[in-house]
């Protein structure tokens, strides 16, 4: 797997450091929050390595249907 540090650097000219950043800190809470809700806290835990690659991941794949189609916003069932 490549180094996501190198090689998704283009993202940040595509989408702010800012809003990856929000996003990984949202899913990060997010899953958090599921495990503690249904008392699964105690067994497993979110690894942060994981969530960064996830969310780096979709914003590369977003980017790249941005400019596969040539728009500006995708709709919504594609964020999904």
Do not use: W
């Not at 595509?14 to 105690?42: C, D, G, P, Q, Y």
């Not at 690659?53 to 594609?78: M, P």
């Amino acid at each position: 797997m490549p180094d996501s540090q190198n090689s998704y650097k283009y993202l940040l000219d595509v989408f702010t450091e800012k809003k990856i950043k929000e996003r990984m800190v949202l899913l990060f809470k997010s899953a958090e929050m599921f495990l503690e809700h249904r008392e699964l806290n105690l067994y497993i835990r979110v690894d942060e390595r994981i969530i960064k690659n996830v969310v780096i991941n979709y914003f590369a794949d977003i980017a790249r249907l941005k400019q596969f189609h040539n728009i500006d916003k995708v709709n919504l069932i594609k964020i999904t």
